[in-house]
């Protein structure tokens, strides 16, 4: 199987800290995407986004990093 390495960036008007949460959990992911998103907010967690078009495991958390920051699998 073929893999690909990307990193995608944005800004948004939010400190890291309320954005690391929003993107764990159920209801601010799906906020913030506008589709349902379904998070298990724990290494090797689940989780899918997009009403399922995207999923994939949690590889890494680094909540207190100098940005909060998840690795995933997809």
Do not use: K
């Not at 995407?33 to 379904?38: C, E, L, P, V």
């Not at 986004?49 to 920051?69: F, M, N, Q, V």
């Amino acid at each position: 199987m073929t893999t690909y390495n990307f990193e995608v960036s944005r800004e948004l008007p939010a400190d890291p800290a309320t954005i690391y949460r929003a993107w764990r959990s159920n209801e601010g992911h799906s906020a913030m995407t506008g589709a349902m998103a379904s998070v298990d907010p724990v290494v090797r967690g689940a989780f899918t986004a997009w009403d399922g078009y995207i999923e994939g495991r949690t590889s890494d958390l680094e909540p207190d990093h100098d940005g909060p920051e998840a690795a995933v699998e997809y």
